[in-house]
Structure formats: structure tokens, C-alpha cells
């Protein structure tokens, strides 16, 4: 209101020219700007920045969507983004949707109209939504649109790494415990899972999880799994709801590995606390959120990216709930 | 840039009228205002909310600044202040200072030059930073000022209840793994566990983790447990870092309960996860978070908050990690 009186007054120049230089609507001498950049400086006062964002589209912004920040993937992922954007600059508006897409939606008009030099999203139920914001997406895992670029881990293959381990470990009777149908990523796991077992002609039973992780999983979902006794292998599409899993085993006194073994996806940090600690399909949390943080600070720039789906491998990490000894990574 | 003009256009006004309405630097008359919303409207041109703000001070965001996201308790606080602010209309914009005390200045500026109603600020390492930025700030454990208002468990009583607990157990050699000095809330547990012991004449070893959380922690402050088999109990200033404990004692093929228990503090979810899983103080996140984001939105509407620091009771969690049975309050 007063704010840019203040400034004028402080700066010696018509308001009017404080609004040109604010809203950069006409020319400023350099002369002056460097007086009104002076006195804002004095003043401690702070919209410059942000006022040349909602017309330059300019902000140091950078809006992250993940669907829920108490997966410890996802929040490994957040910190990862955080110390690679900040380094050029950019700070991290950190958006949590509660896998929910109204919520979603609401957060992408919040960063539109917070001017974000551009948007993160992470395994997004968005479409149409993206596509016509003006402002630089990045996605990982959902497929959003030809124009956006996706990054992935090969989730076809870490399923078939799922499935050859568990396989390899000896199992035969063996569950897989998937997750929320709308997820492409996990979805995949789950393909190449069943293809792999297909070819060794072991049939698989199918859970479904409906969320990757809350805590009611525990009191409802989890009940699906009553009769774990009859199985000698369980594939869980995430580590967090493997967790749940093995939690489950230990009440039900079903011993892992020894009666039945577990694999779960992600290599978070959480399978490094477990006991036993969690063998499990790494989707480096370092190369996606590395790779993530790159590509939109490029496309900000304005420089072109290549690759419109950017794939990252997936790898085999032996830890102690599954029981094959060699050709091993160790976790910590 | 060519935003304004664009409305200007479209509203059939001169640029000057529109800069007036949205920098709110002079008169507009109430038709002209009509014909500016409904341009602004058409355009589907989003500045007027943001420029508003800027001026009026009048975001419906709320900055919430937390030390770690990874941190079990942090993120779960997260989602329920997220909860209840989202039902009074506003968001959240997480900022996450990874303990550092220059992160968290810059996201203080970040904040502020975004004009947020109001800021959550949760266990800041920040003073004068908060004092003078005329927005309405809520502080989580840290006490910043006089006129800032703390939420807080009551952090002695709660060191209390964790010996009484180590000590009803019947753990005589007992080791205090705490935490990052600067954080009031965590000396005061161990100031509080530390009077406990001293009425019972127990001597207590004490040891400093330098972050609540960090994977390299696993790897570095934790050798300083090397000893571990010569305790009977150990009390951790918090659940995430009890995990770890819990982990090495593992590793070491220290037998809990049996041979060494272990009582954690937060009550974040992790507890429940480990196994055997973790005896904790509980600060409940849902009385905390909602809380504060009461506090907050009471704050940002000019109503009146009678106390300026209000303490949480803690309680006892009683779980797998200690070993008395009867008196307890079962997790799931």
C-alpha cells in the first residue's frame, strides 16, 4: 500500500517510476534504478523480487509435488532436489498432495500463481492440468504428456530383478503384494514380476495394497495377508509398505528369512533400520532426484533436453530378509 | 511485462489504472475495478491474488519451516498441520532448513518476500530473524521471544518419565544419548531425565549425537556406543535416532530387551515398525500439530492468543524395547 510511496520517497523519484521499475512497464534510467534498488535495499523492503516475478514469470522458485511426504523415498527425494536447486539458486516450494488429485490440482493453481520458475511433480494423477501452465514441468514416473519430460527407473526390469531373486533364493509359493492401480510405475513392477515368473511357470498370487503408504494400512489392508504361512516369498512394490509386511510377520510369528522371504522396491532408508534389514530393488534416490533437479533448472534456462524419457536402472540390493549369500551389494 | 498492457487492453483501460488497482497506489473507481476483475478473469491472467498479497499483506499461504523432513515426527507433523489449515483455505509452503542455520534465514526471506499470512516455525535456531517481520509466527519448541508464541511438550517431565520407566524396568547402568545442544527441547529431556536419576543416586553416562537424524550419523557418532554391552538401559533423545541405536545394538548382537532396553522419545510412526518395537515418550503430533496451526490461522484473523507458551503432556508408550508389562499403554 504505503510500501512503494516509501520507496519513492526514500529513492528521491516519482512513485511512478517505482512502478515502471516494479512491474517493468516502461523505461528506467540506470540512474534510477540503481537509486530505487538502494532504497529498497534500506527500506528492508522485499517485492521486487517477487513483483518482477508475476510479470516476468521470473520467481526463484521451484514447486515440488509428491504425493506423500512421509514416504521415506519421497522425502529422501525432496532433500536430494532441495540441495541440487539450491545450489543454482532456486528454493524448493514443497507441495504434499495426500495421493489425492483435488489436492494436486489445487497446489499446481498455488504455483501458478505463485509465478514458480518451474514445476517437479512426482508421481502425479494430473494431466490437461501441466500442459498448459507457460512453465517448465519435470515428472517422475507418470507419463504426463509427449511435450513433458518423464524420468523413470525401469520398473519392468526391477520387477523381473524381484522376481529372478526371490526365484534364485529358492521360493516357489510366492505373493506379491502390489499397490494404488493408478500408478504406471507400479503397475510395471508388477508386469515384469509376473512375465519373469511366467517363464519359470510359478503361478503368483496378487495383493492389492490401495496406498503406498498411511498408517490405517496397517488395520486394513494388512488383514488381506492372513494365510502368510502358506507362502515362502513376498514381492512388495514399495519398502515402506514392506515394513508393514514384515511388522505383520513378526506378530504372526512367521520367521523372515527362514520360512518366508521378503523383497521390497525403493531402497529407502527405512530398509536399512528393519530387522532383519530389507534386501530390496534400488531406484537410486540420488540419480532420479539429481536428474530431476538438472532437467528443470535446463528447461528454466532455456536450453533443450534431449530425451523426452529419461530412464534410470534399477539394481539389486541383498540385505537380510531374503537367504542367497553371494553375488551380493551389501546396504550398510 | 506485456501482462498488463494485455488487461489494459482487454478491460478497455489505460495502464495506468490497471497498475494502480493492482499495486493499490491510488483511486479506481468501482466500474473500472468490475471491468479490470472480469479482464483479468478472461485473461485468465493469475497476478491479482499474488499482487495483492504483495501489498496487502493478504497470501493464503502459510510458510512451515521445519529442521528435517526425513525426521519421522517432522514429517508426520506436516500432514496434520497441513489438514487443518487446508480446511480453513490456506497451504502450506514446507521449507525444509536441514538444521541449518542459514537455510532457515534464507527461507525466512523466502517467506517473506512471498507475503505467507503467517509462519510455523518448528524447533528454529532463528531469534531476531522472526521479530520484526510483521507476520504472525508460531514456534515449535524453540522459545523465540516474548511475543511469539511456543508450543512445547513439557520436555523435563517427559526425561522424567523415561527414567522412572528405565528405572521401574529395573536398568541400574544406564546410558542418555542426546541430542543437538542448541535445541532447549532436548536438554531439557535430559535435565529432566538426569533429576530422576540423581534422587534414585543413579549415575548416568552421557553421550551427544550431533543431529537428530542423518544416514552418515549411522556411520559416524554412533562408534561413540562401543560399549554398549556394559549398560542395561539407554534412553534416546528421539525415535529416529533410537532406530539407529537399536540397529547397532543389533549388529552387535546386544539382545533387546533382554540384555539392554531402550526407550526412545516423539512417538513418530517409526516405532512401530521396529522390531522389537520401540518403548517412546509420546508428544502427540496430532495435539502438537493441530496446535499450532491453530495458533496460526487464530493469529492471521486478529484474534487474540491469551498464552504465549503452551505445554503438552508427554506420556509413556510402553512397547517391545523395555521390559515391564503391567501400567501400559500398548502401541499397535
Not at 502425479?124 to 490437461?128: A, I, N, P, Q, Y
Not at 495377508?225 to 507362502?231: A, F, N, R, V
Given at each position: 500500500m504505503t510500501n512503494m510511496r516509501r520507496i519513492a520517497k526514500e529513492a528521491g523519484v516519482g512513485i511512478a517510476t517505482v512502478s515502471r521499475y516494479i512491474n517493468n512497464t516502461g523505461y528506467v534510467s540506470d540512474e534510477l534504478k540503481k537509486k530505487i534498488e538502494e532504497a529498497i535495499e534500506r527500506t528492508n523492503y522485499r517485492p521486487n523480487e517477487l513483483a518482477r516475478a508475476i510479470f516476468n514469470r521470473n520467481s526463484k522458485i521451484i514447486g515440488l509435488i509428491v504425493p506423500n511426504i512421509s514416504n521415506p523415498y519421497f522425502n529422501e527425494l525432496a532433500l536430494i532436489i532441495e540441495e541440487v536447486v539450491s545450489k543454482a539458486g532456486y528454493s524448493i516450494f514443497l507441495c504434499n498432495t495426500n495421493d489425492e488429485l483435488e489436492k494436486e490440482q489445487h497446489y499446481i493453481n498455488v504455483l501458478q500463481g505463485h509465478r514458480v520458475a518451474g514445476i517437479i511433480t512426482v508421481r502425479?494423477?494430473?494431466?490437461?492440468e501441466y500442459t498448459f501452465l507457460g512453465v517448465p514441468v519435470v515428472s517422475f514416473?507418470?507419463?504426463?504428456?509427449?511435450e513433458i519430460v518423464t524420468v523413470a527407473t525401469d520398473n519392468v526390469k526391477g520387477g523381473k530383478l524381484a522376481f529372478n531373486h526371490l526365484y534364485e533364493c529358492g521360493c516357489r509359493e510366492i505373493v506379491h503384494v502390489s499397490g494404488p492401480i493408478y500408478s504406471s510405475a507400479i503397475t510395471d513392477r508388477c508386469n515384469g514380476f509376473l512375465k519373469e515368473a511366467d517363464k519359470k511357470q510359478i503361478t503368483i498370487d496378487l495383493l492389492q495394497f490401495d496406498t503406498d503408504f498411511q498408517r490405517k494400512m496397517l488395520e486394513?489392508?494388512?488383514?488381506?495377508?492372513?494365510?502368510?504361512?502358506?507362502?515362502d516369498g513376498i514381492f512388495v512394490f514399495n519398502d515402506i509398505a514392506a515394513a508393514t509386511v514384515i511388522r505383520y510377520c513378526q506378530l504372526k510369528k512367521v520367521k523372515i528369512p527362514e520360512e518366508v522371504q521378503v523383497i521390497g522396491y525403493d531402497n529407502s532408508y527405512i530398509g536399512e533400520f528393519l530387522y532383519p534389514s530389507l534386501t530390496t530393488i534400488e531406484q537410486s534416490v540420488q540419480e532420479v532426484g539429481i536428474t530431476l533437479a538438472d532437467v528443470v533448472i535446463r528447461l528454466i534456462r532455456g536450453e533443450e533436453v534431449q530425451e523426452q524419457r529419461i530412464s534410470i536402472e534399477p539394481r539389486l540390493i541383498k540385505r537380510e530378509?531374503?537367504?542367497?549369500?553371494?553375488n551380493s551389494v551389501q546396504g550398510v
Open positions: 502425479s494423477r494430473c494431466k490437461e514416473e507418470s507419463v504426463i504428456s509427449d486394513s489392508n494388512i488383514r488381506a495377508l492372513e494365510d502368510i504361512e502358506k507362502y530378509t531374503t537367504k542367497l549369500q553371494n
